[in-house]
């Protein structure tokens, strides 16, 4: 993906991942702004599930920064804001 992709403005008709801690201000507000703007997504609990942050981890080398973006299976970023954050 491109470095300066724009995660807050993503085209129609793309799968959406989302690798969160459900008590992330990032991942909330994250979430908030996809709920928002009606963009589906697939949420997943990196702090309670092992096997979803070892999925995590795999996408982001090891970083453990929420949230986790996945497009289309690329990853995209680590964080939310500008600059991203978590």
Known sequence: ??????????????????????????????????DRTGYPYVLHDAQNDLAQRKAMFAYTNNDPTVPAIVLDGNYVQSGWGKPPRG
Do not use: K, R, W
């Not at 724009?6 to 702004?33: F, K, M, N, R």
């Open 1 to 34: 993906m491109n470095a300066h992709f724009d995660v807050e403005h993503i085209e129609p008709g793309h799968t959406l991942e989302l690798y969160i801690s459900p008590s992330c201000p990032y991942c909330i507000q994250a979430i908030a702004h996809y």
